[in-house]
């Protein structure tokens, strides 16, 4: 089983909101880790969103809109990234990422659309 | 402005070698740590080694380890990863990153291998 499991993709209308989880292994309690979210455009090297692990303790990238924020869901055990009032040009590949037995693993990637 | 600028891909036959190397520009170079990240053609994103930002520690994935050696030299602000018998697994576009955060990334340079 893979350590992060993010859906292979996810549809939604301009102005609407999109949430992405980031699903870590069974086993791996998600309190602790720090998720980081980068953001994937074809043709373009990924680019940083944001890093969440707590309220308290989070980074948005620089440039990066406030309408992408990142939280947790305990009781899915998953990293989330809320992408708000959705725009064409955030169609693309959605990356999470975790450091796990000083190993950086990364999700399995969500392709966004937009309707 | 800060840029990261990789050269040293191309055609390489199974078994042999390559050295990638990583220009870092607009930031004190040496305060930070980097990495390599690898995509496969049509795949997602693979972390494939991490050196801090005084040469240890030094972290590698399972899938290089052994084959791969990771370094950088400071004084001439540059990250360097040495690839040793390659396979056609190893074919992918490799990408300089900073920080454990992978907040900035370059362009990437292609490693494609065959006969």
């Known amino acids: 089983q893979a350590v992060l499991t993010q859906p292979a993709s996810l549809s939604a209308s301009p102005g609407a909101s999109a949430s992405l989880t980031c699903t870590l292994r069974?086993?791996?309690?998600?309190?602790?880790?720090?998720i980081y979210w980068y953001q994937q455009k074809p043709g373009s090297p990924p680019q940083y969103l944001l890093r969440y692990t707590s309220d308290s303790d989070k980074h948005q990238g620089s440039g990066v809109p406030s309408r992408f924020s990142g939280s947790k869901d305990a009781s899915a055990n998953a990293g989330i990234l809320l992408i708000s009032g959705l725009q064409s040009e955030d169609e693309a590949d959605y990356y999470c990422m975790v450091w796990h037995s000083s190993a950086s693993v990364f999700g399995t990637g969500t392709k966004v659309t937009v309707l | 402005e800060v840029q990261l600028v990789e050269s040293g891909g191309g055609l390489v036959q199974p078994g042999g070698s390559l050295r990638l190397s990583c220009a870092a520009s607009g930031f004190i170079f040496s305060s930070y740590s980097m990495n390599w990240v690898r995509q496969a053609p049509g795949k997602g994103l693979e972390w494939v080694s991490y050196?801090?930002?005084?040469?240890?520690?030094?972290y590698y994935a399972d899938s290089v380890k052994g084959r791969f050696t990771i370094s950088r030299d400071n004084a001439k602000r540059s990250l360097y990863l040495q690839m040793n018998s390659l396979t056609a697994e190893d074919t992918a576009v490799y990408y300089c990153?900073?920080?454990?955060?992978?907040?900035?990334w370059g362009q990437g340079t292609m490693v494609t291998v065959s006969s």
């Open positions: 990153t900073k920080t454990d955060a992978f907040d900035i």
């Open positions: 050196i801090s930002s005084s040469t240890s520690p030094i």
């Open positions: 069974s086993g791996i309690n998600v309190g602790p880790y720090t």
